[in-house]
C-alpha cells in the first residue's frame, strides 16, 4: 500500500484552511456591519429620544411637547423607516402608540435602555428615555420611547454580508491554483532529487551530490551513507574473491609446477600416469574456479546495464591475438576476417570479453591438431554477427538450450578438461546485452558458434 | 635466457626457478618489489616474470614505474587473480601478456616466445649441431645454411631432442614436452611429429633415429 500523497495532502490542507479563512472572514465582516450599523442606529435614535425627552416642558395641568425641527431630520436621516413614539407620564400613556411595548427594564435620567421587539409586523428597535417633569408642583417620573424599523438597517447590513460573501469566495477561488502552484514549488525539489538518483543507473555509486532543501537533508545523507555502505560491501567481496582466488591458485600452481617437474624425472609408468592425474586435477579445480568467477562477474554485471561502447572488430582482433600462443601449442591456425568499417555494440565491455574469449576458448580446447579455428565480423540488418567456427567434435547431439544449462557438458567432451559454464557465460550475457547466441552442427563436422549485439551508431 | 622471477610465494618460486632452469635457462628469484629493483639495478635481463600480489607493494604499480622509467625488459604478469577487468587492467598498464596460475609450462614458454618475437628483439642463443642451426626463442632453423619452415610442435620437438643430443628420448619423454598434459593423446600421436620432424629436415647430416622399444634419439655425423 501506498502512503497518501503528499501534493494532494498538502494541497488539500491549504484548500481547507483557506475555505476556513474565508467563513471567518464572511461571518466577521458580517457581524461588524450589523454591530456598525446598530450601534450607529442607537446613537441617532437616543441622541433624538432624548432631545424629545428634553423638549418636554410642564404646562398648567400636563405637558407639553415643541418639537424642534432639528429632531425630526435627525431621524429622517436613517432612510425609510417608519417611527414609533409613546410617551408615559405617572406610568401612564399620554401621547404616541399607547401599545408600543416597553423596555424589559426602567431607564434612569443617565442611562437609557436600548431593546428590540415585535410591533406591528416589524422589528423594532426601540429606546426609551426616563426622566421627571414637574407637574403641578409634583415630581412626576415621564418615560419616552421611540422605536424604528430597521428595513433600511438589514438592507445596508445584507449588502455588506453579500460583499463580505464575495470577498470570502473570491479569497477561497484564488486559494486553489495557489495552493496548487506552491504544493509544486515545495515539492519540486523532491522531484528533482528522485530524478537525480534515477538517472544514474544502477552501477553509480559515488555519493548524491544534488542541492537539497534543509529538510530532505537528513534522507540524503541516510542515502548517501546507504551507498557507502553497499560499495564497502561491494568492494570487501571482490576484494574476498580476488583474495580466495589468489590463496587457493598459488599452491595449486606450486602443485602443478612440482608434479611437471616430477613427471619429467620419474621413469616407470604407474607413477606418470598418477602424476598426470594430478595435473589434470589441478587443471580441471582452477579451471572451475575461473569459471565460476566468471559466471558470478556475469551475473552481477548483467544487472548493472552498463553502457560502454564497444569496438568489436578491435576486441576480436585483441583476442586472437592473445590465444595464438596458446593456438601454436597445438599447431592451430586462427583466422580472422573482419568487415572494414568499425562495427560498435554498446554494452558492458567486460562480458562481451568474457563470452568472446569463451567462445574461442571452446573452440581451441574441442579441435584436432593442425586445424583451423575462424573468427568473423559481419554487419547483419542492425545487428553485429560475430561467429567462431572450428573443426573440431561438434555438438556430440545435445541441443544448444541443454548445453547452456549449468555445468552441463556434451557426452563427446572425451579427455578435454572444462566446467560446462563456458556456454552458461556466453549464452547469459548474450541475453543481457540484447542480443543472441546460436550454436550449430557445421556440415562439414565442427561448430559454428554465433553471437548477435545490437549495432549502435 | 635471462630471467627475473618476482614472486613471493617461496614454494613456487622455487618451482618455478629449477623448472625453468631444467630448460636451460638462468633465473634471479625476487621474493619482493625492493629485491626486484635491487636485481634490475645490477643486471640485464631478457624477461620479467611478475607476480601481482607481493608483500611490499602491487605488482601493477611495479609494471607503471618500469614503463614510466622506459625500462623496456619485456614483462609476463603471472596472476592468481582472474577477474576479467584485473586481466585487462595488467595489458593497459604496460605488461606484454600475464597467464592465470596455476599455469602449463609448455604455454609460459610459448607466450615468452611470442612475446620475444613480438618485441623484435630475438635473443641469439643460437644452438647448433651437426649442419642444423637452431633459435629456440625466434622458431628459426636451418639446415646447411638452408632456412627451414616448422611449425610449433615440430620446432618443440627440435629443441627437446637437442636438449640431449645422442641420448634416447621415451615416447613418453617426448610426449610430456610436446602436447598439453591435460589433453588425451593417443599412443601414435608422437610418431607422426617425428616423421614429419624428419621430411623437414631432410637432407641433414643430423638425424632422428628410432630405437625399437626405447624411443628416439638425434644423431648427427
Not at chain 1, 431630520?73 to 425609510?80: D, K, N, V
Not at chain 1, 574456479?289 to 576480436?316: C, E, P, S, W
Not at chain 2, 618460486?13 to 623448472?19: G, N, Q, Y
Amino acid at each position: 500500500m501506498r502512503a497518501p500523497s503528499l501534493r494532494r495532502r498538502l494541497v488539500g490542507q491549504l484548500i481547507v484552511l483557506s475555505a476556513g479563512l474565508a467563513i471567518a472572514l464572511y461571518v466577521a465582516v458580517r457581524l461588524g456591519a450589523e454591530r456598525a450599523s446598530e450601534a450607529t442606529l442607537d446613537g441617532i435614535l437616543g441622541a433624538a429620544t432624548s432631545t424629545i425627552a428634553e423638549e418636554l416642558r410642564s404646562v398648567e395641568g400636563g405637558a407639553e411637547l415643541d418639537l424642534s425641527p432639528g429632531t425630526f431630520s435627525m431621524l429622517a436621516a436613517m432612510g425609510e423607516e417608519r417611527i414609533f413614539h409613546r410617551i408615559d407620564i405617572n406610568g401612564l400613556p399620554v401621547t404616541g402608540y399607547a401599545d408600543l411595548p416597553l423596555p424589559p427594564r426602567a431607564p434612569t435620567a443617565l442611562q437609557p435602555v436600548f431593546y428590540d421587539a415585535e410591533y406591528r409586523d416589524a422589528d423594532l428597535r426601540l429606546v426609551a428615555v426616563a426622566r421627571s417633569l414637574m407637574i403641578e408642583n409634583r415630581a412626576a417620573p415621564v418615560l419616552v420611547i421611540v422605536g424604528q424599523t430597521r428595513e433600511g438597517q438589514r438592507a445596508i447590513a445584507l449588502g455588506l454580508a453579500n460583499r463580505a460573501a464575495a470577498l470570502g469566495l473570491a479569497v477561497f477561488l484564488f486559494a486553489i491554483p495557489f495552493s496548487l502552484l506552491s504544493a509544486r514549488t515545495l515539492l519540486r525539489p523532491i522531484g528533482r532529487l528522485a530524478e537525480a538518483v534515477g538517472r544514474r543507473g544502477g552501477h553509480d555509486l559515488r555519493p548524491v551530490r544534488h542541492p537539497a532543501p534543509a529538510e530532505l537533508a537528513p534522507l540524503v545523507d541516510q542515502l548517501n551513507a546507504f551507498i557507502a555502505r553497499l560499495r564497502q560491501t561491494l568492494a570487501q567481496t571482490e576484494t574476498f574473491i580476488a583474495e580466495a582466488a589468489h590463496h587457493i591458485r598459488t599452491p595449486l600452481a606450486t602443485l602443478r609446477s612440482e608434479a611437471e617437474m616430477a613427471l619429467r624425472q620419474a621413469g616407470d609408468e604407474p607413477t606418470r600416469t598418477r602424476l598426470r592425474g594430478m595435473i589434470r586435477a589441478t587443471e580441471e579445480s582452477a579451471r572451475s574456479a575461473n569459471q565460476l568467477l566468471d559466471h558470478a562477474t556475469v551475473l552481477f554485471r548483467a544487472d548493472q546495464k552498463a553502457q560502454d561502447r564497444v569496438d568489436l572488430g578491435a576486441m576480436a582482433r585483441a583476442l586472437a591475438d592473445r590465444f595464438r600462443p596458446t593456438a601454436d601449442l597445438k599447431d592451430m591456425e586462427i583466422r580472422l576476417s573482419l568487415p572494414e568499417e568499425r562495427l560498435e555494440t554498446s554494452g558492458d565491455a567486460v562480458l562481451i570479453e568474457a563470452a568472446l574469449r569463451n567462445l574461442i576458448d571452446n573452440a581451441l580446447k574441442y579441435s584436432p591438431a593442425d586445424s583451423t579455428v575462424e573468427i568473423s565480423l559481419v554487419d547483419d540488418l542492425g545487428y553485429a554477427r560475430i561467429e567462431v567456427t572450428d573443426r573440431g567434435r561438434g555438438l556430440g547431439g545435445e541441443t544448444q538450450a541443454a548445453l547452456a544449462q549449468r555445468f552441463r557438458r556434451g557426452p563427446n567432451v572425451g579427455g578435454v578438461v572444462g566446467s560446462g559454464l563456458g556456454l552458461t557465460i556466453v549464452s547469459e550475457t548474450a541475453t543481457a546485452m540484447g542480443g543472441r547466441f546460436a550454436l550449430a552442427e557445421r556440415e562439414e563436422g565442427g561448430t559454428c558458434a554465433t553471437l548477435w549485439f545490437p549495432r549502435s551508431r | 635466457m635471462r630471467f627475473l622471477l618476482i614472486e613471493d610465494n617461496a614454494d613456487l618460486a622455487r618451482s618455478v626457478h629449477e623448472r625453468l632452469e631444467m630448460d636451460g635457462h638462468a633465473v634471479d628469484h625476487a621474493a619482493t618489489l625492493s629485491e626486484a629493483d635491487d636485481h634490475l639495478a645490477v643486471a640485464p635481463y631478457d624477461l620479467i616474470l611478475l607476480d601481482i600480489t607481493l608483500p611490499d607493494g602491487d605488482g601493477r604499480a611495479f609494471l607503471q614505474r618500469q614503463r614510466a622509467r622506459k625500462a623496456d625488459t619485456p614483462v609476463i604478469v603471472l596472476t592468481a587473480r582472474s577477474a576479467v577487468s584485473d586481466r585487462v587492467d595488467t595489458l593497459d598498464l604496460g605488461a606484454d601478456d600475464y597467464l592465470t596460475k596455476p599455469f602449463d609450462f609448455a604455454e609460459l614458454e610459448a607466450r615468452c616466445r611470442a612475446v620475444l618475437r613480438r618485441r623484435g628483439g630475438t635473443v641469439t642463443n643460437l644452438q647448433s649441431y651437426a649442419d642444423l642451426v637452431f633459435d629456440p626463442m625466434g622458431g628459426f632453423v636451418s639446415v646447411a645454411g638452408e632456412n627451414r619452415d616448422l611449425r610449433n610442435r615440430e620446432l618443440r620437438l627440435l629443441e627437446v631432442l637437442l636438449s640431449a643430443p645422442g641420448r634416447i628420448l621415451s615416447k613418453d619423454q617426448l610426449c610430456d614436452r610436446l602436447f598439453s598434459l591435460s589433453e588425451p593423446v593417443s599412443d601414435n600421436a608422437i610418431e607422426v611429429y617425428i616423421a614429419r620432424l624428419r621430411k623437414k629436415l631432410e637432407g641433414s647430416t643430423a638425424r632422428i633415429e628410432t630405437v625399437r622399444g626405447l624411443g628416439y634419439r638425434l644423431t648427427g655425423g
